[in-house]
């Protein structure tokens, strides 16, 4: 039977962020709550649910709504399902995603949703940041934008997997069964959906813009690197037990602050995406 709620969203700040209240999530949403969230997704490129209990299997079904739900990104078999999603500690990786990143941008076709919850946390520390990357294109100076929407630039994988250590290792000989190390995407991302143009360079895996030169490249990215920090663009949220994030990786970045040396135990599911476009198609 379709669960009947009355939703509520408040927003955290005017670039990014929203609370969604009155609403559990699983796989029984009526189609207007369900709508509710996926609007809300679209419009503030990261929700927060707190209290959710729903089992993986459900919370699966929700995300079938919006695509082909994955355990992850990167290191998974074709045909993932819910019983393969284990939970998670950050503590070893932390310093991995202690960057601002869009989830696996190294990929051809990297996901375009991700959803934690969180369900062990530090006392104290282990929040994670999030930043809009249409507020921050939008915020540059014209020319400046049209120029960065006819470029292209290099995604690799040997960037974060540096940032891991002895776990980077491990990782990059999974990951290099199945994939490429690097990918070219579009420095400015056309949203399929809703048309928006975002920033798609990231601090954790961008190293190049074809067609520069090295130290052209070098200075635009750091620039751009710096400008998408700005408070004006982001949030930081200090999660709960149960608490789900809800992110669209193609327009949101994230960080999660590694200030925490407990474990900290969350489920993790992805939503297969699409190879990002750039303005020019
Ligand atoms: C991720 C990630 C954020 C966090 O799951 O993709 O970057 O809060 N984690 O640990
Ligand atoms: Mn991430």
Redesign the pocket.
Known sequence: MATRTTPALNRLTPAVGAVIDGVQLGDDLDSETLGFVQKALLDHGVVFLRNQQASVESLWGFLENFGTPWKEDSFGSDDDGPEDVADFD?LPTRHG?AIWHS?SSFLAEPPKI?L?RALSLPEIGGD?CWASMTAAYDALYAPLRAMLDDLTAVHSIDVPMGRMGEYGDVFRANFEERHASQQVHPVVAVHPETGRKALYVTESCTNRIVGLSPHEGRHLLAMLFEHIKSPDFNLRWRWSENDIALWDNRSVQ?Y?VPDYDSPRVVQ?IIVAGERPKGPGG
């Open positions: 950050f995603t989830d991700t934690l994670t994230h999660a993790r």
